[in-house]
């Protein structure tokens, strides 16, 4: 290519996918130049570079990340958009903002980006944030080591840090995250693995993270990030739906395309689910992907102290991914709240000035306060939150330990909410059949 023009690529994203899709195809590609990366949904992701050690021979300075409002500016020739949990419609605008500069507009598919592992793969996706893929992916890993497996879980990315220091990582212990000094979200995602006895395996770079997974496991778990498809190819691939929201599997980008990918479709919450919203779930998952076996599943919410939330003033506090760009008015915690028969205290009238920008962004936000930590100054927002509030107890639905990590001085109560089939054969007669599939081979 001596000589010849490079061709201009920005790469849209969210601090995931599109460090993952530059990984696979723009890294070594002498024909194009990624002039930069933009970034949106996550906070404090942007005016960072991705760094050199990441970016290779054709990069020795990085590649810039800045904000998606500044996309237009950097004159491109293509725009590669790779981040997910949004609309088709948003995808379309984006689209329409990177024609109308006279650019290609491009979404790579799985054949260019997924990774062949040396090891089977299960692999949990979503239709959208906040369908019980979490849960779903510990019950999974769980189950298997039940099983006599050796289970290593691969997490979507969510490198917020030093992406260098991201590159690969590997967590066996709460200490692990501390030493990586995890944000919250990372938090959320990788500690319940780890209290239920199970490794995660995350970072920047996932060939070299599939890698390492595959050298200490009989089988590789793919948790899914957003409502992303996986980095990996599975050899079972599960997907989840949201009962409760029975349109999202043909509304959402790349919801759908996991929903038209998926060997198991999981329809979730169908014990608090109108019948008739089940059935219309169910309905889309047949006409989107008739070769998929559909199964149900309830996530049944507790309180570890429900009389101490009886009567009460409380402030509750929901998983941060699901109630901001997810798109959920509230979750399980308000859910468990009411039912104890708590009085909900509205956290926006205390919110400091961070958590009152997310407010702003996200005005769909009903009477809960989400777990935001993107960063320290984020981190001291919610705690300041929490402590300005007029509550007299704090439930918590986030997955973490959330009284370990910020010591607030209300005592916190924390709603869980697990995996259970709804029926049988379900999900786990589903796994059973895969697991007894690599014992014949």
């Given at each position: 290519?001596?000589?010849?023009?490079?061709?201009?690529?920005?790469i849209?994203?969210?601090?995931?996918?599109?460090?993952?899709d530059?990984?696979?195809?723009?890294?070594?590609?002498?024909?194009?130049?990624?002039?930069?990366?933009?970034?949106?949904?996550i906070?404090?992701?942007?005016?960072?570079?991705?760094?050199?050690?990441?970016?290779?021979?054709l990069?020795?300075?990085?590649?810039?990340?800045?904000?998606?409002?500044?996309?237009?500016?950097?004159?491109p020739e293509?725009?590669?958009?790779?981040?997910?949990d949004?609309?088709h419609a948003?995808?379309?605008?984006l689209?329409?903002?990177?024609?109308a500069?006279?650019a290609?507009f491009?979404?790579?598919g799985?054949?260019?980006?997924?990774?062949?592992?040396a090891?089977?793969?299960?692999?949990?996706?979503a239709v959208?944030t906040?369908s019980?893929?979490?849960?779903?992916?510990?019950?999974?890993?769980?189950l298997?080591?039940?099983?006599?497996?050796?289970v290593?879980?691969?997490?979507?990315?969510?490198?917020?840090?030093?992406?260098a220091?991201?590159?690969?990582?590997?967590?066996?212990s709460?200490?692990?995250?501390?030493?990586?000094?995890?944000?919250?979200?990372?938090?959320?995602?990788?500690e319940?693995?780890?209290?239920?006895?199970?490794?995660?395996?995350?970072g920047v770079?996932y060939e070299?993270?599939i890698?390492?997974?595959?050298?200490?496991a009989?089988?590789?778990?793919?948790?899914?990030?957003?409502?992303d498809?996986?980095?990996?190819?599975?050899?079972?691939?599960?997907?989840?739906?949201?009962a409760l929201?029975?349109?999202?599997g043909?509304?959402y980008?790349?919801g759908?395309t996991?929903?038209?990918?998926?060997d198991?479709?999981?329809v979730?919450k169908?014990d608090?689910?109108?019948?008739?919203?089940?059935?219309?779930a169910?309905e889309l998952?047949?006409?989107l992907n008739?070769?998929?076996?559909?199964?149900?599943?309830?996530?049944p919410?507790?309180?570890?102290?429900?009389?101490a939330?009886?009567?009460?003033?409380?402030?509750?506090?929901?998983?941060?991914?699901?109630?901001?760009h997810?798109?959920?008015?509230?979750?399980?915690g308000?859910?468990?709240a009411?039912?104890?028969?708590?009085?909900?205290?509205?956290?926006?009238?205390?919110?400091?000035?961070?958590?009152r920008e997310?407010?702003?962004?996200?005005p769909h936000?009903?009477?809960v306060?989400?777990?935001?930590?993107?960063?320290?100054a984020?981190l001291?927002?919610?705690?300041?939150?929490?402590?300005?509030?007029?509550?007299?107890?704090?439930?918590s639905?986030?997955?973490i330990?959330?009284?370990?990590l910020?010591h607030?001085?209300?005592?916190?109560?924390?709603?869980?909410?697990?995996?259970?089939?709804?029926?049988w054969?379900?999900?786990?007669?589903?796994?059973?059949a895969?697991?007894?599939?690599?014992?014949?081979v």
């Open positions: 290519m001596e000589g010849s023009k490079r061709i201009r690529v920005v849209a994203g969210a601090a995931g996918r599109d460090f993952h530059f990984n696979m195809v723009y890294r070594r590609e002498p024909s194009a130049e990624v002039v930069a990366f933009t970034a949106t949904q906070p404090g992701i942007e005016r960072r570079r991705y760094p050199p050690e990441l970016a290779g021979a990069y020795p300075q990085g590649i810039p990340i800045v904000p998606e409002s500044e996309l237009e500016s950097l004159k293509r725009v590669v958009f790779a981040y997910s949004v609309s948003e995808v379309m605008h689209a329409s903002r990177a024609l500069i006279g290609d491009e979404l790579l799985p054949a260019r980006t997924m990774i062949r592992a090891r089977p793969v299960i692999a949990i996706s959208r906040g019980g893929k979490s849960p779903t992916a510990r019950w999974l890993s769980k298997l080591r039940k099983r006599g497996l050796r290593a879980v691969v997490r979507h990315p969510m490198p917020y840090g030093d992406l220091k991201q590159a690969v990582q590997r967590f066996a709460r200490e692990d995250l501390d030493a990586a000094a995890c944000t919250l979200e990372e938090r959320e995602e990788y319940p693995h780890l209290d239920a006895g199970g490794t995660v395996h995350a770079d070299k993270v890698a390492n997974a595959a050298a200490e009989d089988v590789i778990v793919w948790d899914g990030g957003n409502n498809f996986p980095f990996v190819r599975p050899e079972l691939h599960i997907v989840m739906v949201d929201h029975p349109d999202h043909a509304a980008h790349p759908e996991c929903l038209r990918m998926a198991v479709v999981v979730s169908v608090v689910a109108p019948p008739v919203d089940t059935a219309a169910i998952a047949r006409r008739p070769r998929a076996r559909i199964v149900r599943a309830n996530f919410v507790r309180l570890d102290d429900p009389d939330v009886t009567g009460r003033r409380a402030l509750v506090i929901e998983d941060g991914p699901t109630i901001t997810g798109g959920m008015r509230f979750g399980a308000l859910v468990a009411r039912a104890a028969g708590a009085t909900i205290v509205d956290p926006r009238p205390f919110a400091a000035p961070l958590i997310v407010f702003a962004q996200y936000i009903e009477s306060l989400p777990a935001m930590g993107y960063s320290p984020q001291e927002a919610l705690a300041a939150t929490i402590n300005a509030a007029d509550a007299e107890v704090v439930v639905a986030t997955p330990d959330l009284a370990r910020l607030p001085g209300k005592p916190v109560v924390r709603a869980r909410y697990e995996f259970e089939d709804a029926t054969p379900g999900l786990e007669a589903e796994i059973d895969f697991v007894l599939g690599l014992a014949a």
